[in-house]
């Protein structure tokens, strides 16, 4: 069965509490990267949608990083602004910039003492809730990169979900994939999953764009996502969520 996502998230964005402050999201973004260039205009998109504003700053990827320390320390001094991000990916010397965002204001969940789950995270648990899993179901999660695979694996731990992270060196995947109940993929390279590693009660979570060939594995597993449509804009609806969490705490309501 198809997970519709957009339905999940139009549920999160239509129950979100208004404020009678306008939550305000910074998104600070480098170069000119497609998918985080469509990202962005999701965030925006599903900000109108609850009455929120976007402000969309853009730098060439020859940007320094003093400019860009500039940018993130004036949002973090900017009361009107409730949360910063700094759009990945980012040229490898600007990543460690992340760290100087306010926690308060930190509403990516990228951050040791951030105070909000990362919504890749949040959107995932939020799947599982709509669909009733127990935590006793055995998990894989594929892929241990920083915005996706860990920190989802890293979640669903903290929530008591037995995991197990499936990367390139894993031996044998193929097994330990199929011997699994929720398989989440986060790689985004194409066909990671095959059908014969999915069986008629797998849950099947794509977070990588072309992980499996849905036409492949509709109707052999229990669920899955499909791209578009499934984890993302669940993913945005769970970013909306944090931001006027945000909001709230930086005015204290």
Known sequence: MKIDGRAIANKILTNLPRTQHTPTLAVIQVGDDEASTTYIEQKKKAAGRIGARVIHTKFPLTVSTEEIKKTIEQYNNDSSVH???????LPP????????????KDVDGFL????????VAAAVLTILDQINRPKADECVVIGRGETAGKP?????????????VVHSLTEHPAEIIKSAHIVISCVG???????????????????????????EIKDIV????????????????????????????????
Request: aromatic letters at 6%; hydrophobic letters at 35%.
């Open 189 to 215: 390279k194409g066909k990671v999953i095959t059908r014969d590693m999915v069986r008629s009660d797998t849950i099947l979570i794509g977070v990588g764009p072309g992980d499996y060939d849905e036409d």
């Open 222 to 253: 229990a669920y899955y996502t499909p791209t578009p449509g499934g984890v993302g804009p669940v993913n945005v609806a769970c970013l909306m969520q944090n931001l006027v969490k945000a909001c709230t705490i930086v005015h204290k309501q």
């Open 83 to 89: 949360g910063v991000i700094l759009q990945r990916p």
């Open 152 to 164: 989802i694996a890293d979640t669903l731990r903290e929530r008591g979900w037995a995991v197990t």
């Open 93 to 104: 010397h600007l990543y460690k910039m992340i760290q100087i965002i306010l926690s308060n």
């Open 112 to 119: 040791p003492n951030s105070p909000y789950t990362p919504p």
